[in-house]
C-alpha cells in the first residue's frame, strides 16, 4: 500500500535516536520529542557520528547526503507538535504508568487516523492500547539496537489491532527498508520472553567463576551465536535489560525473570555496555 508518511518518535535516547534516523535516511521526515534538552542535544552528536561512520563503513547513505538527511528531523519538547502525524512510535522509559500516560496524551494531540507504535520492550500492548480512545489503531514495533543497522522488526498486534494499522505499519518498516515479523502480543512477546531468561542465567552464571567472555565464545562458537547472551546485553544496554527482566517478572509472575547480582552491580555502578564503554566486557 502506498502511505504519505508523517512520523514522530516520542524519546531521543539510544533506540529513540535510532528510529528517528532510519526514518530519516528513508526520506520521510521526523519529528523527535524530548523534554530532556541535554539528551536531544546528544542525540544531535550521535546522530552525527553514526551517520557518518555510516557512511565510512558503506553501509549507509552518501555522505553528500548527510545534511539533507538530518534537516528532515525536527526535534522539539511537546508532544502537541505531533498533531500532524500519520504514525508515532514511543521509546520511552520502560515504566508502564509512564507509557500509559503518554498514549492517553497522543490520542488527545493527534488525527484519529494515526497510527500509535510502542517500542517497548515487554509491556503487553493490550494494556497501553487502553489508555487511548482508539485501541485499533496501536501496536507494538520491538526495533533492535542498532535500529539502523538490524533488517528485521517484531511486531506485536493485539486481538484489536485493526487490518489497516498493521498494513501502515508494515508499510512504513518496508519504506524503511526493513521487514516486519508478526507476532501476538503478550509479556515479552517473543524474542524478549526468550533472550532475558538466557541473559540472566548468563550473568548468574559469571558469579560461580567463569568469566563473560568464556561464557559468550562457548555461544559463538558452539552454536554458531553472532554474539553471545552478555555481549548481546551489553549491546542492548544493561539497564535496559535489568528494567526488562523486572517488567516480565512483574506481569508474568515467573521468578524466573529475575535481576541477578552480577547484572545488578554493574547498573549500579553505572557500567552499561557499549553506551558506557563497559559492562560484561569493556569497549575501548
Given at each position: 500500500?502506498?502511505?504519505?508518511?508523517?512520523?514522530?518518535?516520542i524519546?531521543?535516547?539510544?533506540?529513540?535516536?535510532?528510529?528517528?534516523?532510519c526514518?530519516?535516511?528513508?526520506?520521510?521526515?521526523?519529528?523527535?520529542?524530548?523534554?530532556?534538552?541535554?539528551?536531544?542535544?546528544?542525540?544531535?552528536?550521535?546522530?552525527?557520528s553514526?551517520?557518518?561512520?555510516?557512511?565510512?563503513?558503506?553501509?549507509?547513505?552518501?555522505?553528500?547526503?548527510?545534511?539533507?538527511?538530518?534537516?528532515r528531523?525536527?526535534?522539539?519538547?511537546?508532544?502537541?507538535?505531533?498533531?500532524?502525524?500519520?504514525?508515532?512510535i514511543?521509546?520511552?522509559?520502560?515504566?508502564?504508568?509512564?507509557?500509559?500516560?503518554?498514549?492517553?496524551?497522543?490520542?488527545?494531540?493527534?488525527?484519529?487516523s494515526?497510527?500509535?507504535?510502542?517500542?517497548?520492550s515487554?509491556?503487553?500492548?493490550?494494556?497501553?492500547?487502553?489508555?487511548?480512545?482508539?485501541?485499533?489503531?496501536?501496536?507494538?514495533?520491538?526495533?533492535?539496537?542498532?535500529?539502523?543497522l538490524?533488517?528485521?522488526v517484531?511486531?506485536?498486534?493485539?486481538?484489536?489491532?485493526?487490518?489497516?494499522?498493521?498494513?501502515?505499519?508494515?508499510?512504513?518498516?518496508?519504506?524503511?527498508?526493513?521487514?516486519?515479523?508478526?507476532?501476538?502480543?503478550?509479556?515479552?512477546?517473543?524474542?524478549?520472553?526468550?533472550?532475558?531468561?538466557?541473559?540472566?542465567?548468563?550473568?548468574?552464571?559469571?558469579?560461580?567463576?567463569?568469566?563473560?567472555?568464556?561464557?559468550?565464545?562457548?555461544?559463538?562458537?558452539?552454536?554458531?551465536?553472532?554474539?553471545?547472551?552478555?555481549?548481546?546485553?551489553?549491546?542492548?544496554?544493561?539497564?535496559?535489560?535489568?528494567?526488562?527482566?523486572?517488567?516480565?517478572?512483574?506481569?508474568?509472575?515467573d521468578?524466573?525473570?529475575?535481576?541477578?547480582?552480577?547484572?545488578?552491580?554493574?547498573?549500579?555502578?553505572?557500567?552499561?555496555?557499549?553506551?558506557?564503554?563497559?559492562?560484561?566486557?569493556?569497549?575501548?
Amino acid at each position: 500500500m502506498t502511505v504519505e508518511h508523517r512520523v514522530g518518535v516520542i524519546g531521543a535516547g539510544v533506540m529513540g535516536a535510532g528510529i528517528a534516523q532510519c526514518v530519516a535516511q528513508a526520506g520521510i521526515p521526523v519529528t523527535v520529542v524530548e523534554t530532556d534538552a541535554a539528551a536531544i542535544e546528544r542525540a544531535r552528536r550521535e546522530l552525527k557520528s553514526a551517520l557518518r561512520l555510516s557512511v565510512l563503513l558503506g553501509r549507509g547513505p552518501k555522505a553528500a547526503d548527510i545534511p539533507d538527511i538530518t534537516t528532515r528531523i525536527t526535534w522539539t519538547d511537546r508532544v502537541e507538535h505531533l498533531r500532524d502525524t500519520t504514525f508515532v512510535i514511543e521509546s520511552v522509559t520502560e515504566r508502564i504508568d509512564l507509557k500509559r500516560a503518554l498514549f492517553a496524551e497522543l490520542d488527545r494531540h493527534c488525527p484519529p487516523s494515526a497510527v500509535f507504535a510502542s517500542g517497548t520492550s515487554a509491556i503487553p500492548i493490550a494494556g497501553l492500547a487502553a489508555a487511548t480512545g482508539r485501541p485499533e489503531r496501536v501496536l507494538g514495533l520491538h526495533f533492535m539496537n542498532p535500529a539502523p543497522l538490524t533488517e528485521t522488526v517484531e511486531v506485536i498486534t493485539t486481538d484489536r489491532t485493526s487490518p489497516d494499522a498493521l498494513n501502515r505499519a508494515l508499510a512504513l518498516l518496508d519504506a524503511l527498508g526493513k521487514k516486519g515479523i508478526v507476532v501476538g502480543d503478550g509479556p515479552g512477546f517473543v524474542i524478549n520472553r526468550v533472550l532475558m531468561l538466557g541473559i540472566a542465567e548468563a550473568a548468574a552464571i559469571t558469579e560461580t567463576g567463569t568469566d563473560a567472555a568464556t561464557i559468550d565464545d562457548l555461544f559463538e562458537g558452539c552454536l554458531g551465536h553472532r554474539m553471545g547472551p552478555l555481549r548481546t546485553a551489553d549491546l542492548i544496554g544493561l539497564d535496559n535489560v535489568a528494567d526488562t527482566l523486572v517488567v516480565l517478572r512483574e506481569t508474568t509472575g515467573d521468578g524466573r525473570y529475575r535481576v541477578p547480582e552480577a547484572l545488578a552491580e554493574l547498573v549500579a555502578a553505572g557500567h552499561l555496555g557499549r553506551k558506557t564503554g563497559k559492562g560484561f566486557h569493556e569497549y575501548p
